[in-house]
């Protein structure tokens, strides 16, 4: 409560001083499916098919800024189940998720987007996609679950590796 005659800028020049807006915050503001495409091109023929289909599973991950301290982070799945008579079914899945970041050093932040935000994403997109599966016609896909976390670290380690590789000079070079 504001003391009795005190000027309402006052307070928020207290809020500002108190040092909130300088703690370090990261969070999942919304998700959404962006973008989903379900293919069943052999239909209805492919349900007289009795061979399993060979499930392909492709993923990736995006991140867009929206604004200073928003991103967009996209998650894409690209899913083709098929057999040698061709593609039982196609689905293709963009889900996002809007992620808030406030006062986080860069690495951080690009740790959060590219392997937090995707792990916290995946259980969601994952049913879309199962339910798309269904709709389809066909068993529920359950994708098995990624280590978003243990990838990133990998390609950050390819990615100092080859660095490095860059960057060395070749023996007898000068500096």
């Given at each position: 409560?504001?003391?009795?005659?005190?000027?309402?800028?006052?307070?928020?020049?207290?809020?500002?001083?108190?040092?909130?807006?300088?703690?370090?915050?990261?969070?999942?503001?919304t998700q959404y499916v962006k973008d989903l495409s379900v293919e069943n091109p052999n239909a209805p023929d492919?349900?007289?098919?009795?061979?399993?289909?060979?499930?392909?599973?492709?993923?990736?991950?995006?991140?867009?800024?929206?604004?200073?301290?928003?991103?967009?982070?996209?998650?894409?799945?690209?899913?083709?189940?098929?057999?040698?008579?061709?593609?039982?079914?196609?689905?293709?899945?963009?889900?996002?998720?809007?992620?808030?970041?406030?006062?986080?050093?860069?690495?951080?932040?690009?740790?959060?987007?590219?392997?937090?935000?995707?792990?916290?994403?995946?259980?969601?997109?994952?049913?879309?996609?199962?339910?798309?599966?269904?709709?389809?016609?066909?068993?529920?896909?359950?994708?098995?679950?990624?280590?978003?976390?243990?990838?990133?670290?990998?390609?950050?380690?390819?990615?100092?590796?080859?660095?490095?590789?860059?960057?060395?000079?070749?023996?007898?070079?000068?500096?």
């Amino acid at each position: 409560m504001a003391e009795e005659g005190a000027n309402p800028g006052d307070v928020l020049t207290n809020l500002d001083n108190n040092g909130a807006d300088n703690q370090p915050a990261a969070g999942i503001i919304t998700q959404y499916v962006k973008d989903l495409s379900v293919e069943n091109p052999n239909a209805p023929d492919v349900y007289q098919w009795t061979e399993q289909p060979k499930v392909d599973v492709q993923f990736n991950i995006g991140a867009v800024p929206k604004g200073d301290e928003v991103s967009e982070v996209e998650l894409k799945i690209n899913i083709t189940a098929s057999t040698e008579k061709g593609p039982a079914y196609i689905i293709e899945l963009s889900y996002c998720g809007l992620v808030g970041i406030r006062n986080i050093p860069d690495d951080q932040a690009h740790a959060f987007m590219f392997a937090e935000t995707p792990r916290i994403l995946f259980p969601f997109a994952r049913r879309v996609i199962a339910d798309a599966v269904r709709d389809a016609g066909f068993p529920p896909l359950m994708v098995e679950p990624i280590d978003f976390n243990g990838l990133y670290i990998q390609q950050l380690q390819a990615k100092r590796a080859q660095e490095g590789n860059v960057t060395t000079p070749a023996p007898g070079a000068g500096a």
